[in-house]
């Protein structure tokens, strides 16, 4: 058995190591996991793209070169104000059974399972059919440019892993009620910010060229667009799997079809932030800036918006409705170039992958549905399926709804019964893998 202790100790320092993205300087956190696998043994390569940035890799070699399976896993986290927590973001304190910390769900827990999961196999003598890589990278908050990107330049092999594993889904519990939600696919990230220019002067004397109006009023016209609802044959299967027979207030789900139909359902699902966001192109006011003095009209103000459109949508038409919505009167500047970011394809799930998945997670928490997932958010995985390499978010660990809206957010926390199932769910998982023939 993995040594749960063990786990636990190293998640609460893994915490306490700052790797808030901005600015990064993962490097620390990295040469902690180098520590560790040094200590057993397990030789590692460190990439370094540039100072106090840095990734990992360590390879547990199998009977057969090439086609290795990778752990994929990210060090940075988004950052966070203490003064908004109960506790300190980055202190790896336990309270009421929780571990709090920024980094505690999206990714530090799994990475750790990972770690561990491969360690044990690796002291254990286990030879798997193919490689199994083990790798930890930067970054990943900020697009990854540093981190998979580099490290995928750098090592030939990774262009032809056979599966990678990562962040993406996890087993949900909504009112009781269980299901596996194992990430196929995402959405396309598509951020941008609006800049409005007008006339300076003294704020006793209004007029109609105020840069801060103009924002506000082009903000006002994109929020309240309404994004039409385009069902995806992912989404489809999952809501059908956990939807089915569902009586809401005015609808019984039968199908996804046939329930978009109804004013009901469609008012029911945008209550729905989960639901919501799979169904239809996002769009929220995530910073606003305007003035410098309460007596000063500004002469600019700015807007900045995060998109997420679902895979089929092209950029230029968003950016083209966006456009129209704000009248000319408004300058638009996409954010790090969403135009030229590929958009990845989404992996097949009728593969031994997905069936591994949903074995492992049935033998433990019985039969529950085991669906594919549409990932709201932007991962690393796109830089694996933009080569066409099968790749799964998923995490084996419950979460209730209210616990996985904390990522990103304040109080971020993971139970210690989620990390133990974790723990055992990942060794599980990766066991069987390397078994593949």
């Known amino acids: 058995m993995l040594n749960f202790d063990r786990a636990l100790t190293l998640l609460k320092e893994f915490i306490r190591i700052n790797t808030s993205n901005p600015p990064g300087n993962e490097e620390e956190a990295i040469l902690f996991l180098d520590a560790i696998l040094h200590k057993e043994g397990i030789p590692a390569e460190i990439f370094s793209p540039t100072p106090r940035r840095a990734n990992i890799l360590a390879t547990m070699k199998g009977k057969r070169r090439g086609k290795p399976i990778v752990l994929l896993g990210h060090v ?36 750790i399972c990972q770690l561990l999961s491969f360690i044990h196999l690796y002291k254990h003598g286990v030879t798997p059919e193919q490689d199994i890589v083990f790798l930890a990278t930067c970054d990943e908050e900020v697009g990854g440019e540093y981190g998979v990107k580099y490290v995928i ?51 006793s004397l209004p007029h109609k060229d105020n840069a801060n109006e103009k924002i506000v009023t082009a903000s006002n016209a994109i929020l309240s667009y309404n994004w039409p609802f385009i069902p995806t044959r992912v989404v489809t299967a999952y809501l059908n799997g956990i939807l089915k027979g569902k009586r809401g207030n005015g609808f019984v789900y039968t199908t996804l079809h046939e329930a978009l139909k109804k004013k009901a359902f469609r008012n029911y699902v945008q209550r729905n932030p989960v639901y919501n966001a799979l169904l239809r192109n996002t769009v929220t ?51 790090n170039d ?100």
Not at 378 to 390: C, E, Q, S, W
Request: glycine letters at 10%; aromatic letters at 10%.
């Open 76 to 111: 940075d986290t988004v950052p966070a104000r203490e003064d908004d927590w109960e506790v300190d973001p980055f202190g790896g304190e336990i309270k009421d059974g929780f571990i709090y910390g920024r980094g505690t769900i999206d990714m530090k827990s799994q990475v």
């Open 153 to 203: 330049d750098k090592v030939p092999e990774l262009k032809d892993a056979s599966f990678v594993l990562s962040e993406g889904g996890c087993i949900t519990d909504e009112g009781g009620l269980l299901h596996a939600q194992i990430s196929v696919d995402e959405k396309k990230l598509s951020q941008f910010m609006i800049v409005a220019r007008g006339t300076g002067g003294h704020g």
């Open 285 to 335: 006011l995530t910073i606003l800036k305007g003035g410098e003095k309460v007596n000063v009209i500004p002469t600019e103000s700015h807007a900045t918006f995060d998109a997420r459109l679902l895979p089929a949508q092209r950029h230029e038409d968003f950016f083209r409705i966006i456009k129209k919505l704000c009248r000319n009167q408004i300058e638009l500047r996409p954010i």
């Open 338 to 437: 969403n135009t030229n970011i590929p958009q990845s394809p989404q992996s097949p799930y009728k593969t031994r992958y997905f069936k591994t998945i949903s074995k492992v997670v049935k033998a433990f928490k019985g039969q529950i549905p085991v669906l594919p997932f549409l990932t709201t958010g932007a991962t690393d995985l796109r830089y694996f399926r933009n080569l066409g390499i099968v790749s799964y978010g998923f995490f084996p660990v419950t979460l209730p709804k209210e616990e996985s809206l904390r990522m990103h957010g304040v109080n971020e926390r993971i139970s210690i019964e989620n990390l133990k199932e974790g723990l055992e769910g990942t060794y599980r998982v990766v066991e069987s893998f390397a078994s593949f023939i």
